[in-house]
């Protein structure tokens, strides 16, 4: 009796009976004992299927495929559907960054804040020309804050960096953010 067999991932060889699913995200090997193998994606015409085909456009699909053996014998076209998703958004710390500079009688500071706006306690690290803060375990709904003492009586405008920390899903997650804040004068 003629069979179909097929090995996906480099796993062994078994019988084709049923539609395989794959349901995991990225590329994967199917193989076959045939001469060749054509495919027609989305209604297109039928072309030699030698390479992975890339299909990177969200939505339903549908692809059609028949095989030829050695002996020149040619199988019924088939048809499989599938479906493309959009990826999920790379995993955050999110923060709410805010940076102003003030006066504090004739000395300028730059003052920071960073608020948690995650579902998990995260660790931020306040960065500024005037000096770095790093505050551990700050909860969901909470800030951290630090004001940087300048040590002159003016200053020009620039940025502060922040970094936000904490595990998402087991994963350890850092995410940076940049806030501005204005040129000031005190004195």
């Not at 062994?12 to 994967?28: C, D, L, S, W």
């Not at 692809?63 to 002996?71: H, I, N």
């Not at 948690?116 to 000096?131: C, E, F, Q």
């Amino acid at each position: 009796m003629d069979t179909v067999e097929y090995a996906l991932d480099g796993g062994e060889f078994q019988a084709y009976t049923a539609p395989v699913p794959v349901n995991q995200v990225g590329e994967h090997t199917v193989r076959s004992g045939v001469d060749t193998v054509e495919y027609a994606l989305d209604g297109g015409e039928f072309q030699a299927y030698t390479a992975p085909v890339p299909v990177n456009q969200v939505g339903e699909h549908t692809v059609r495929y028949r095989a030829t053996d050695k002996a020149g014998n040619t199988s019924d076209v088939a048809t499989t559907g599938f479906t493309v998703v959009a990826a999920p958004p790379p995993a955050e710390t999110p923060l709410t960054v805010t940076a102003s500079s003030r006066c504090l009688g004739t000395s300028v500071y730059v003052a920071v804040t960073a608020v948690n706006d995650g579902d998990v306690p995260a660790t931020v690290a306040l960065t500024t020309p005037y000096g770095t803060k790093t505050v551990a375990d700050v909860a969901p709904g909470k800030q951290a804050y630090q004001s940087f003492n300048a040590r002159a009586t003016q200053i020009g405008a620039g940025e502060v960096t922040v970094t936000g920390t904490s595990s998402i899903d087991g994963e350890k997650v850092t995410t940076p953010y940049e806030a501005a804040y204005s040129a000031i004068s005190c004195g």
